[in-house]
């Protein structure tokens, strides 16, 4: 069952949407997945699905900002894509709630070496 609803979470983000169910069951299963068991008290981990849901629905929903040079206005979307959660201020809130590391650590791969010793033997 989810922690948070749909206006606790549209409180926190500059959006024109009402109802984010859809992230916030994204959201929520992967905190329980991720996060439970893992030390966090149960407000924390709603504070965290609350704001993870937000960069869900950010990345649906965008917000966007205008640059203007001289007479020259483009308008450019807040965040870059393919940098989890990064990629949003809510995400970079995630990051900052989780004290695990774990959501931030997501998709990272680990890399192990293995060196053979080549050292004579005496």
Not at 64 to 86: A, C, P, R
Request: hydrophobic share 40%; with cysteine.
């Amino acid at each position: 069952m989810a922690r948070v609803k749909s206006a606790e979470v549209v409180e926190i983000m500059d959006t024109s949407l009402t109802d984010v169910d859809v992230f916030i069951h994204a959201a929520n299963a992967l905190v329980t997945d991720r996060l439970s068991g893992q030390g966090l008290d149960d407000c924390l981990l709603k504070e965290i699905e609350r704001w993870l849901s937000a960069h869900f629905a950010s990345i649906k929903s965008p917000t966007y900002y205008e640059d203007k040079i001289g007479s020259s206005t483009q308008k450019k979307m807040v965040g870059t894509l393919g940098k989890g959660l990064d990629a949003t201020s809510y995400g970079q809130q995630v990051k900052l709630l989780d004290s695990t590391g774990t959501l931030a650590n997501m998709g990272k791969q680990k890399v192990t070496f293995k060196v053979d010793d080549f050292r004579e033997a005496t």
